[in-house]
């Protein structure tokens, strides 16, 4: 196997001069803005091809943002087009000693700052699905949490039941945004029996505990189905209702047994990538493997590229899987974001490759040593509404 080759790089070249940080509103109800006077245009009562004429013209989050905030009506116009799905990804990074939360530009190398639901430091993100940044709050440690689905550029925010167990790990079957079929939220915890759950609109959620089931290491929803990683990288289908039942597939295995240099991996985390299930192994030295579910075969098979597409971890598991669209995402390449340093890494599949990526050094984002604050992978090409 060839060595890894490692390398420490920025973007700055493919960056345009930009300020540094910029405020931006994702308030769903932004307050006017005094400086209108009153002869200001009625924008509202322009026509719906009007609407769609300005939009089809911009080109920067930031014009998104400013779009939807002139007025609701603005707000309401759906806002899929090709210049928003070619927008980079975003990194929520935590700000400290404030405990608040900006967006980092990948290809801008810029922060995004802004008012995000719920104050700091009750309130923090927990992951980033199907175009909703989800949030949780509570008013103490040890009272019920309170979860918030979040898209950012409609800014519709969908409440789910309060959460007496706090559960770090939060996962949706499909889109809030979807009627049909209906979204279901599933919570739980690593190397443990239980989890909890609810269909949006349920008044409750339901917990459950797999008595006689292996422990959960991770889970992941494809096709619609749940799935849940065991000791071993053992695969089983979990299935909510009528009744949960847990259903081991396949035998259990050491996928490291085919690449004996990789013996100090960290953890696997289930992932998606172009209609596959896959299994990811992250090691301390920030390599990775791949490998796909084989539904006729069952068993985990090497896999050694992402057919072009980009993979994006996180600290607590996958993020998504994107086609790239700008210089900063690269094809068959796994972008790794953990909470400990103001970098991200990007391992090639295709040369072993793995690169150090630097945050605009002009930007402070001091650690909190005492914080397990994760940086999450924001996406608002999946936000299109």
């Known amino acids: 196997m060839n ?7 920025s973007l700055s070249q493919s960056t345009p001069p930009s300020p540094i940080e910029t405020l931006i ?5 932004p ?7 009153a002869e200001s245009h009625d924008w509202s009562s322009l026509t719906d091809a009007a609407l769609h004429s300005v939009l089809s013209r911009l080109s920067s989050l930031e014009d998104f943002f400013a779009f939807r905030a002139v007025c609701r009506s603005w707000r309401s116009v759906p806002t899929t087009t090709p210049a928003l799905s070619a927008q980079p990804p975003l990194l929520l990074v935590p700000r400290f000693p404030s405990f608040s939360e900006s967006f980092y530009d990948l290809l801008r190398r810029r922060l995004y700052s802004t008012r995000l639901p719920w104050s700091p430091p009750s309130r923090r993100s927990l992951a980033f699905s199907h175009g909703f940044l989800i949030t949780i709050s509570s008013a103490s440690a040890s009272g019920p949490s309170k979860l918030l689905l979040w898209n950012l550029l409609s800014g519709a925010r969908i409440r789910l039941p309060k959460s007496p167990h706090r559960l770090p790990r939060v996962i949706l079957s499909s889109s809030p945004a979807s009627s049909s079929p209906a979204c279901s939220v599933v919570c ?8 909890q759950f609810c269909s949006l609109g349920d008044p409750l959620w339901k917990f459950h505990t ?3 089931a292996p422990i959960i290491h991770d ?28 259903t081991l597939l396949g035998p259990s295995i050491d996928p490291n047994s085919d690449d004996p240099g990789n013996k100090n991996y960290c953890k696997w985390t289930l992932a998606e990538s172009g209609g596959n299930l896959l299994l990811v192994g992250t090691y301390l030295s920030m390599r990775f493997s791949v490998f796909r579910w084989d539904f006729e075969g069952g068993g985990w098979r090497a896999l050694p590229d992402l057919g072009g597409r980009a993979l994006f971890l996180e600290d607590k598991g996958f993020a998504a899987s994107i086609v790239p669209t700008c210089p900063a995402v690269k094809g068959n390449c796994i972008y790794y974001a953990d909470h400990r340093e103001s970098v991200y890494y990007e391992f090639s599949l295709e040369d072993r490759s793995r690169s150090t990526i630097s945050l605009n050094p002009s930007i402070s984002l001091p650690h909190h040593p005492g914080a397990h604050v994760p940086k999450i992978w924001v996406f608002p090409s999946l936000c299109c509404f």
Do not use: W
């Open 210 to 212: 797999f008595s006689n």
């Open 3 to 9: 060595p890894t080759k490692t390398r420490r790089r």
């Open 219 to 246: 889970m992941i929803f494809f096709r619609g189905r749940l799935y849940a990683l065991t000791p071993r990288c053992r695969l089983a289908a979990v299935d909510l209702v009528p009744r949960p039942e847990f």
């Open 188 to 195: 739980f915890r690593p190397c443990s029996q239980s989890l």
């Open 25 to 29: 509103s994702f308030d769903p109800d």
């Open 31 to 37: 307050s006017p803005n005094p400086n209108h006077s």
